[in-house]
């Protein structure tokens, strides 16, 4: 697999084995073995090895603990601080969603407001800001049945939809590439697709929207392996079955704009954009059941 497609995980991986490891030393330093260290604090032995192999990110009672049993507790705040720039990088979903969907679509909302130019790669399905309210309670229903989340889905597709204001703003520009892959999946039913391919026709046409497609017939030169969003030059979030990758270093930012740039050099825009999306509606339609059948 090439570097773009695992240089944010293996940041945050290594990140969370350098912190594993500094939990170790204390540990050591202490002359306290896994097992001594997993009673004192009333963890099963496991969680130790788990904590200090990086397989497992401490919360940060965790931390408070082992610093508190290792006589460690001059480290406490810097090792606080090393955990929540970790967990700023890698959050799991089952933790930024705990409260619903709808906290995170706020979250998203204040990015928004403070970001001038939006640039957002999607290989699989319609990027947030561009779907219907039907399409996005589709994408909402998947989340909360897979992952087991709170039902806020009324409010999340509100949230969504209230979002989408600001393609109106003359201040912000967006620039979406999408593979003709996401046009097709049948992620939705089909009426609600076509609902949804009638609304990318029209979101092309706004002055500061400029919409790629990349048709099936497209040779790359940059696998379409994830979709990705950057935020003018500060972030790049990217969305795993998992967790949500928030991107800030100056590398990785350089590396997705790269990578950005190449994909959406061979998209389509325009009215060629527009003849894939009403070719792929077209079929779509045609398979189709009729009305009454």
Known sequence: MPPNSTSGASNVHEARNALGKRLRELRTSAALSGRQLAESLSWPPSKVS??????????DDDIRGWTGATGGEAETEA????????????AEWQRILRMGLKPRQQELIEWDERTRLFRAFEATVIPGLLQTAEYARARFAEAIRRLK??????????????????????????????????LRFRLCPPD??????????????LPNVRLGIIGFATQYDTSPWHGFWIYDTERVLIETFSAALDLRQPQELELYAGAFDEL?????????ARTIINQVAEDLASDAPEDGS
Do not use: C, W
């Not at 788990?50 to 919360?59: A, I, V």
């Not at 601080?81 to 890698?90: P, S």
């Not at 076509?194 to 046409?205: K, N, T, V």
């Not at 959406?264 to 060629?272: H, L």
């Open 50 to 59: 788990k904590l200090e192999n990086g397989r497992q990110t401490p919360t």
């Open 192 to 205: 609600v697709m076509l609902g949804q391919l009638d609304r990318l026709i029209s979101f092309s046409q």
């Open 264 to 272: 959406a050099a061979v998209a389509s825009y325009g009215r060629s």
């Open 79 to 90: 090792l606080l601080a090393t955990l929540h720039t970790l967990e700023v990088q890698h």
């Open 149 to 182: 989340l709170p039902n806020d889905i009324n409010e999340a597709v509100a949230s969504r939809v209230r979002r989408q204001e600001i393609l109106y703003r003359p201040d912000k520009r967006f620039h979406f590439v999408l593979t003709e892959a996401a």
